[in-house]
Each structure stands twice: as C-alpha cells, then as structure tokens.
C-alpha cells in the first residue's frame, strides 16, 4: 500500500494536536493559532479523504496527486510568515513607541523632582 | 519663535560637550535637547552638567526613533521651530541663520542644510561624495526638485512638520527618507549653504563597496517610502 497518504495523514495529526496542546496550556495565543489549526485541518483532510484528493489534483491538472499535500503545505507556510511578518513588524512598532513614551515621562518625572 | 535644537547622541561623550557649548554661544535663546540613544558613555551627564534636557531612552533605538523622539517632545512643549543638529561635531552654529530665515518667513516647511551649495567648501573622501551625488540625483527625480545634499542630518522644521513626524518619522535612513515622505505629503522643501566640518573626533571611512552598497539599501527603503500611504495635506 501506498505510504504517503499514512505518513501524511500521521504529519497532520500531530500539527493539529501540537497547536492544541500549545493552545491548552497557554503557550499560544488563539489568535495566532488559528492560521496553524485552520491549515492543519485542511492537509489532514487532503491526507484521508483519497476522492478529494484526486478531484483537485484531476481539476488542476496535477498528475501526481499527493504532490496537492505538498502545494497546499507550502502556502500554507507562505501565508503564515506573512502573517507573522506583519505581527513582529506592528509588535517592533509599539515597542518603539513604548521605549519613546518611557524616556519622555522619565525626563518630565526628573523635572518635576528637580523643581 | 520658540527653538528647539535636537541632538541625537550615542556615544559622543567626547564630542557633545563641545557642540552643546557651540549652539549655546551663537543661538543662546533657543533651547536645547538631547536625546541619549541608549549610549554606554558618559554622554547624558555630560550633557546635563551644561545644563540642557536630556532625554535617555532605554535602549538604543537607532537614529530614526531617536529624532522622532526629539520630535515627540518639541510638540508636546510647543515649539514652533525644530532644529536637527549632530552630535559628532559636523555642525557649526554659526551657519544657523541661513537655515532659520527661510523657515521663520514662511517660505518653506523644512530647510536643509546643504554641504554642496557652497561650492569647493567640503572636502569628502572620493566615495563618500560620489554616494552622496548618486544618491542625490535619484531623490531629486522623486520629490520633482534639486536636492544636492539628501544626507545632510542639519535640518530645521516648522510646527506642521514637527506633527507629520510624530506619526512618521522613517527608522531606517531617515535623512533622505523623510524628504519623499515630506513630498508626498505636500510639504515645501527648501535647501540652504552650509559650511560643515569633518567630524571631530573619531572616524567614519567608507570604503566603495559599502558606498554603493549604502545607495542601494537607501534606494529601497526609499522606493518603498513611494508606495506608501501618506495623508496630504
């Protein structure tokens, strides 16, 4: 029998528990999560249900149809960085302007002490 | 009109003493800020035993955040005039007037300093200069106007400037950067003669490689500055 639908059936399934268990023991923001569970569901699905499977490897014209798994999981992972890249950038921001906001009280604090 | 001088300082313990002293005899009615970018020197009390503000920020923040810093504050204390001015000695205080002028009549929103208007005056390293050249042609195609000097951190503002750099001030390269986000928001952009001096202490020699390689991050960073979103005025 054909490995590749188990191994990626098993890959799958542990992603989704992994998110899970990360979002159960607060390790993980929901918020953050949701793209991992929602891509995890779908490549779990695609690694069981054989007939949809091959319907969107027929309807794309992909003539090896695990290869589905592998495109779906690679923009996934796209989608998911850009994600991220957006977060770090808007988290780089507040920081700046919280370490900006800090030196300014400061400044006015000691002048208020000095007076 | 009430002056705020701005110095971003990191480092410079050796060289602020002497710049603090420069602004204070040729422009003693305006005030002075510094803002302490997280230096490991003595750099703030320095400053502060000549009796100016400083501002320390808690970690090094980098030029961009530095200055908007100095910004954030000449809003909140109302200032109508902003001047940005080196701390590493570049700058002369005797050259301030021909920056004010311009601004103090209205006639423009931000006056740069410029080291190239004055002919033969500033001796460069060859790539130095030959950065700064490329560097202008491309910046003065973008913002529709000549900019022979887009470098040059000697730069005076107005109070709408000083609020449209509250929200944005660029990190990165923020002296040729804010001049097209300036333009895109419609701002009057103006440069004067300046006479500056090499840097007083200290080196910054920049090999041919790391001059082209500096045009080409400015260069990105800037065309991305033009697809940026920018309220107008």
Not at chain 2, 56 to 64: A, D, Q, R, S, V
Not at chain 2, 200 to 216: A, D, E, K, M, P
């Given at each position: 029998?054909d ?7 098993l890959?799958s399934?542990?992603i989704?528990?992994?998110?899970l ?18 891509s ?12 949809s ?7 794309i ?7 589905v ?5 690679f923009l ?16 780089s ?12 009280l ?5 002048r208020?002490?000095?007076r | 009109?009430k002056?705020?001088?701005i ?11 002497t710049?603090?002293?420069?602004i ?13 970018d ?9 400053a502060?035993?000549?009796g100016?503000?400083?501002i ?15 910004y954030?504050?000449?809003?909140m ?6 001047v940005?001015?080196?701390g590493?000695?570049?700058?002369r205080?005797?050259?301030l ?15 740069i300093?410029?080291r190239f ?21 491309i910046?003065?195609l973008?913002v ?16 709408k400037?000083v609020?449209f ?5 660029p990190?990165?390269?923020?002296e ?5 986000l300036?333009h ?15 840097r007083?202490?200290?080196n ?8 082209v390689?500096?045009?080409v991050k ?5 065309l ?10």
């Amino acid at each position: 029998m054909d490995m590749i639908p188990v191994l990626a059936t098993l890959v799958s399934l542990v992603i989704v528990l992994a998110v899970l268990e990360l979002i159960r023991r607060n390790r993980l923001k929901e918020k953050y999560s949701l793209l991992w569970l929602f891509s995890s569901f779908v490549l779990l699905w695609f690694s069981v249900s054989r007939k949809s499977l091959h319907l969107v490897a027929g309807y794309i014209g992909i003539y090896y149809p695990p290869s589905v798994i592998f495109l779906l999981g690679f923009l996934f992972l796209i989608i998911i960085n850009i994600h991220f890249s957006t977060v770090i950038s808007r988290l780089s921001d507040r920081n700046k302007t919280l370490a900006q906001e800090v030196a300014l009280l400061k400044e006015m604090l000691e002048r208020e002490k000095g007076r | 009109m009430k002056t705020l001088f701005i110095i971003p300082a990191y480092n410079e313990e050796l060289n602020i003493g002497t710049v603090i002293e420069d602004i204070q005899g040729h422009v003693p009615a305006a005030d002075i800020l510094v803002i302490n970018d997280g230096s490991a020197d003595a750099t703030g009390s320095v400053a502060k035993n000549l009796g100016v503000t400083v501002i320390t920020l808690p970690y090094n923040l980098g030029i961009g955040a530095a200055m908007q810093t100095g910004y954030r504050y000449a809003d909140m204390q109302g200032y109508d005039i902003a001047v940005q001015f080196d701390g590493d000695g570049q700058h002369r205080a005797d050259q301030l007037k021909r920056l004010l002028e311009p601004l103090e009549r209205g006639e423009a929103d931000i006056v740069i300093g410029s080291r190239f208007l004055t002919k033969g005056l500033y001796e460069a390293e060859v790539v130095r200069r030959f950065a700064i050249r490329l560097l202008s042609g491309i910046i003065s195609l973008l913002v529709k106007q000549k900019i022979t000097d887009p470098t040059s951190g000697l730069r005076a503002v107005n109070r709408k400037v000083v609020q449209f750099f509250c929200d944005f001030y660029p990190d990165d390269y923020p002296e040729p950067e804010s001049l097209v986000l300036l333009h895109k928001a419609r701002f009057k952009i103006a440069e004067a003669p300046v006479i500056m001096e090499k840097r007083l202490l200290g080196n910054s020699s920049i090999t041919l490689f790391r001059g082209v390689y500096y045009v080409v991050k400015v260069v990105l960073a800037v065309l991305v500055d033009m697809i940026k979103v920018i309220p107008r005025r």
